[in-house]
T-cell receptor
Framework: GAVVSQHPSRVICKSGTSVKIECRSL??????MFWYRQFPKQSLMLMAT?????????EQGVEKDKFLINHASLTLSTLTVTSAHPEDSSFYIC????????????FGPGTRLTVT | GEDVEQSLFLSVREGDSSVINCTYT??????LYWYKQEPGAGLQLLTY?????DMKQDQRLTVLLNKKDKHLSLRIADTQTGDSAIYFC??????????FGTGTRLKVLA
C-alpha cells in the first residue's frame, strides 16, 4: 500500500515551453501533497504544499506564477513549469500525506526535467 | 533556524555496522525520519521516531535520538552492498512539512 506515482519519469523540453508533471496517490486519499526539487548531489528543497480544493502554499523564493500547482482531486496533484528555462532543469519529486496518517509522507519516484 | 546537517560520505566494509549521523536545530520537531534514495529514484522511508522516544529498533536498523544535543543517528547492522545509497534524515515541524538533511552517501565495499 501507500504508493505514489509520477508521470512522466523523464521529460525533455525546449526553452519557453511549459511542462506538466502529475503526482498520483494510487491506493489512498491525500488531501495534502508536497512538491520538492532536488539538484544533483543535493538535498530536497520543498517548493510548495498542495492542498486539495484550495490554493497551494509556496515556500519563500519559489515563483508561484512559474510553478503552477493544481490539486484537483484527493489523488492527483499537478505541477506545471511554465516558460521553462535551462535553469529549471532538475529532479522534481512529489510526496503525498495520507489523510489517516498525517505524520508520514510517501514519495513518488521523481521526474527528471531537462530544458534545452 | 531550520538547518539539518549530515556528513557527506561514509564508507564501510560489507558485514560491518554503519552509523549515519544527523544534527538538527529546531527543538519543536515532532517526528524525525530516515529515508534512503538510490540513484535516479525517489525516497524510500526506512524508519521514523517520535520526538519523545530515545531509541527505535527495526530489524537491522536502530535509531537513536538525543533531544538535548539535537542529534539523531541511524545504525545499520551487517551492512550489505545493497545498502549503498544516499541517506537523508528529515524533521517534521508542527505544520507537518519536512526539512531534509543534506544527505549522506553510503558506500559499502565488498
Amino acid at each position: 500500500g501507500a504508493v505514489v506515482s509520477q508521470h512522466p519519469s523523464r521529460v525533455i523540453c525546449k526553452s519557453g515551453t511549459s511542462v506538466k508533471i502529475e503526482c498520483r496517490s494510487l491506493d489512498f486519499q491525500a488531501t495534502t501533497m508536497f512538491w520538492y526539487r532536488q539538484f544533483p548531489k543535493q538535498s530536497l528543497m520543498l517548493m510548495a504544499t498542495s492542498n486539495e480544493g484550495s490554493k497551494a502554499t509556496y515556500e519563500q523564493g519559489v515563483e508561484k506564477d512559474k510553478f503552477l500547482i493544481n490539486h484537483a482531486s484527493l489523488t492527483l496533484s499537478t505541477l506545471t513549469v511554465t516558460s521553462a528555462h535551462p535553469e529549471d532543469s532538475s529532479f522534481y519529486i512529489c510526496s503525498a500525506r495520507a489523510d489517516t496518517q498525517i505524520y508520514e509522507q510517501y514519495f513518488g519516484p521523481g521526474t527528471r526535467l531537462t530544458v534545452t | 533556524g531550520e538547518d539539518v546537517e549530515q556528513s557527506l560520505f561514509l564508507s564501510v566494509r560489507e558485514g560491518d555496522s554503519s552509523v549515519i549521523n544527523c544534527t538538527y536545530t529546531d527543538s519543536s520537531s515532532t517526528y524525525l525520519y530516515w529515508y534512503k534514495q538510490e540513484p535516479g529514484a525517489g525516497l524510500q522511508l526506512l524508519t521514523y521516531i517520535f520526538s519523545n522516544m530515545d531509541m527505535k529498533q527495526d530489524q537491522r536498523l536502530t535509531v537513536l535520538l538525543n533531544k538535548k544535543d539535537k542529534h539523531l543517528s541511524l545504525r545499520i547492522a551487517d551492512t550489505q552492498t545493497g545498502d549503498s545509497a544516499i541517506y537523508f534524515c528529515a524533521e517534521s515541524m508542527g505544520t507537518y512539512k519536512y526539512i531534509f538533511g543534506t544527505g549522506t552517501r553510503l558506500k559499502v565495499l565488498a
